[in-house]
């Protein structure tokens, strides 16, 4: 038997997919198997992925049933921010968490920023890779030095208040976060940056939690190879207008 | 007040009390000997700073958790979770 639930806090958890059919089941498995205690949606954002993977979505659907899964999406592909507005619309929940579908995020750890959160009431929980127990899985020396230097200059640089600007896996007040999305204005990569940035300007707590992050194993990446000059740009952006 | 405007701000308060200095406007008295260490206290600066980034970089690159438990754990749990799924009657493909 199942023992009654603690609250009736509902979390909503956004999930926006792009070809990622193979992930898709696994990861909404995980959740289910990781949440079990908590009155939770998932939201899945798919934008007409050419792998079929609003009909894995659906299927899904079918399985775990219209209250835990709800599915919706664009006619093309949009871009990863205006996905989280767009699944924002449909959140029912008191909080919302955003996170990649592709495994690099395990639905674990989801747990642990609903306690963090609840310790000090934080109107944001995000995930760090930089401090405590978090790491990452499947990066080279390169690529560690890489995303490490970046870390450190943005450090310097805007003094954020968080070790973790450019991770995607966090939990937010639901006002908290329609109000940093109304005032975000950039795309892609750096959105996630200015969205802490401003939540320090606006004096949002936020609290963070250690996660390992593991590289995807499944599917392809859609960041490509400019990704370095985007946050150049961004995070000049963010220095000289914040 | 944006960062950029601490910054040339911080940079500029320096500069004025570092030229002050060099110019002998200030109780500190420049001699011939101590002439070359004052006009070097930028760079020095600069480059005090740079060696204490790359230290601090160096150290977290070296200390950067590898989470290879995290990965294997992912593994098995794939795994399970196929054969739950196919039970429910999902199908990969
Ligand atoms: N709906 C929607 N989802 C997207 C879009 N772009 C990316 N995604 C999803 O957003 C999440 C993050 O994208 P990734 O390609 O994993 O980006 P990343 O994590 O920086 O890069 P890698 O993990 O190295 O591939 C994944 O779940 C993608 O499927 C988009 O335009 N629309
Ligand atoms: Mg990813």
Same mark, same amino acid.
């Not at chain 1, 592709?102 to 674990?108: N, W, Y």
């Not at chain 1, 310790?119 to 934080?122: G, P, R, S």
């Given at each position: 038997m199942r023992n009654k639930?603690? !609250?009736?806090?509902k979390y909503s958890i956004i999930l926006p997919t792009y070809n990622e059919s193979e992930n898709l089941p696994l990861i909404i498995w995980l959740i289910i198997k990781h949440m079990e205690s908590e009155n939770f949606e998932v939201i899945i954002v798919d934008d007409n992925s050419p792998d079929g993977t609003t009909q894995v979505a659906l299927e899904l659907q079918k399985i775990y049933g219209k209250e835990k899964i709800v599915v919706t999406g664009r006619e *093309?592909?949009? %871009?990863l921010g205006s996905a989280y507005i767009h699944g924002m619309k449909f959140a029912k929940g008191d909080f919302v968490i955003i996170m990649d579908a592709?495994? !690099?995020?395990?639905? *674990?750890f989801i747990e642990q920023f609903i306690q963090k959160q609840k310790?000090?009431?934080?109107d944001i929980v995000t995930g760090t890779r930089?401090?405590?127990d978090g790491g990452v899985h499947g990066w080279n020396i390169k690529r560690k030095a890489i995303s490490r230097t970046a870390n450190y200059v943005t450090q310097v640089l805007l003094r954020p208040g968080v070790s973790d600007l450019t991770g995607s896996f966090r939990l937010y007040k639901k006002r908290v976060l329609e109000k940093l999305v109304e005032s975000c204005i950039s795309k892609g990569y750096v959105f996630q940056m200015e969205m802490m940035v401003r939540a320090n300007q606006f004096g949002f707590s936020v609290g963070e939690v250690p996660i390992s992050f593991v590289d995807r194993q499944f599917g392809e990446s859609?960041? %490509?190879?400019?990704e370095i000059f985007q946050f150049l740009k961004g995070l000049l952006y963010l220095f000289s207008t914040t | 007040m944006t960062k950029l405007a601490q910054w040339l701000f911080g940079i500029t308060l320096f500069l004025s009390i570092w030229l002050a200095l060099l110019k002998d406007l200030t109780p500190i008295k420049v001699t011939d000997e101590n002439f070359l260490w004052i006009s070097l206290i930028p760079v020095g600066l600069i480059a005090l700073f740079g060696i204490i980034s790359l230290i601090i970089i160096a150290y977290r690159v070296s200390t950067f958790n590898n989470c290879d438990e995290a990965a294997k754990e992912l593994l098995k749990e794939i795994d399970e979770a196929k054969k739950d799924l196919a039970t429910k009657g999902f199908k990969f493909k």
């Open positions: 639930r603690m !609250s009736e806090t *093309k592909k949009l %871009g592709d495994l !690099s995020h395990h639905p *674990k310790e000090k009431n934080y930089y401090a405590g859609k960041l %490509g190879g400019n | -």
